[in-house]
């Protein structure tokens, strides 16, 4: 392969080649620093800036609020479905919990292992194709968190908007529709995102905690271990510990594309808007030959799945759009078929061009 390909992977994924570009320059001579940010103490200046920057530009690019500590992390979410409970779900209370899809699933479990958890809502019945209706989601008032996945990167269906949960904080997993379009952080207790799908490579996660939560850290946190206390870490500005400082580098070269390059979240929104118009128009234009799994009105903007008339077909197709350049195609076993990840950073070039190649494959296996 001599060219890059169009990476439809749904983690890692594709990232914005000048970001990439900029990270090659830098190598191996950081700024005039001597040496690569692979290389340098995360307590030095330079890294300093590094960090503060990424701060910064993560807090301009998604308005996030004075009273909010953003916090960069290891352990991917997986460790946050841990971390959440362990920090915000005091024993005595309990927390609600929207399932919509393998995500939730997962995060609910651990959330049961640490405490008292509730599910407020599931669509499991269906195969997770669509979003639980508002009458459908059955909050207790007294519950110390509401959690939900606001992107379900496996079945593909999104919140529109955020499910209200009255005075009880909303606790987000985002990590697969972070920083895909603009949101009111004022509407959250704690926003998790690992970095890899929109943000940034593997390695680092983001946290994004409101004061009066971290408030909530119960006293005897002080049994809890110091790299999984939201506060310890927070005190420490996120470098209680070596922090994953390469990632966290990648990720701020990131936040300035999406800043700068694209010019912001409502522009980003308005790109995935139209990326994901032109798949989803194809398969509604298909008469059939192509299915998509989620229902019209949830339909993820990040992970389109959709299926063909036999498992042998998808199979096939999966193959010849991998010879073709359209890589990373292969639908997860729970849902199966196909999942075009179509993540901030992935080219509108790239969609056309899966969608030329649908085109053709139908016409020749219809
Ligand atoms: C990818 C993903 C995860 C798992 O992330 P890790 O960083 O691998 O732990 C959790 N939730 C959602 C919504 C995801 O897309």
Request: with cysteine; aromatic share 8%.
């Amino acid at each position: 392969m001599t060219e890059r390909v169009y990476n439809f992977s749904a983690g890692p994924a594709t990232l914005p080649v000048s970001a990439l570009e900029q990270a090659q320059s830098e190598m191996l001579n950081y700024k005039g620093a001597g040496m690569s940010v692979m290389e340098m103490s995360h307590r030095s200046k330079a890294f300093e800036a590094i960090i503060g920057a990424a701060e910064a530009d993560l807090r301009k690019l998604l308005n996030i609020p004075e009273n909010y500590k953003v916090l960069f992390l290891q352990g991917g979410a997986s460790l946050q479905f841990a971390m959440v409970p362990m920090n915000l779900l005091p024993k005595g209370k309990s927390a609600d919990y929207i399932l919509t899809g393998s995500w939730g699933q997962a995060a609910i479990k651990e959330a049961k292992k640490l405490g008292s958890a509730r599910e407020a809502a599931t669509t499991a019945d269906t195969n997770f194709n669509r979003l639980p209706k508002p009458e459908e989601i059955k909050l207790d008032s007294n519950a110390t968190y509401v959690h939900f996945t606001s992107n379900e990167t496996i079945f593909g269906v999104e919140f529109n908007e955020e499910p209200s949960a009255g005075d009880v904080p909303l606790v987000c997993d985002m990590s697969s529709d972070f920083i895909s379009r603009p949101i009111d952080v004022s509407k959250y207790g704690l926003i998790y995102a690992g970095a890899q799908k929109n943000a940034g490579p593997a390695g680092a996660t983001i946290v994004i905690i409101r004061d009066d939560l971290l408030e909530r850290v119960p006293a005897n946190a002080e049994s809890l271990p110091a790299m999984l206390n939201y506060k310890n870490l927070a005190k420490n500005g996120s470098m209680y510990n070596t922090p994953p400082c390469y990632a966290i580098y990648i990720c701020g070269l990131v936040f300035k594309w999406a800043l700068n390059d694209i010019g912001g979240l409502e522009k980003i929104h308005a790109m995935n808007k139209e990326k994901a118009k032109i798949l989803y128009d194809a398969i509604d234009s298909s008469d059939g030959y192509y299915r998509g799994h989620a229902e019209k009105d949830c339909r993820s903007l990040m992970n389109v799945t959709f299926r063909l008339p036999s498992e042998e077909l998808e199979s096939k197709l999966v193959k010849e759009a991998t010879a073709a350049g359209l890589d990373g195609l292969k639908g997860h076993r729970s849902v199966g078929g196909l999942r075009a990840s179509i993540y901030n950073a992935f080219p509108k070039a790239g969609v056309e061009k899966l969608v030329e190649f649908m085109n053709e494959f139908q016409k020749n296996n219809g």
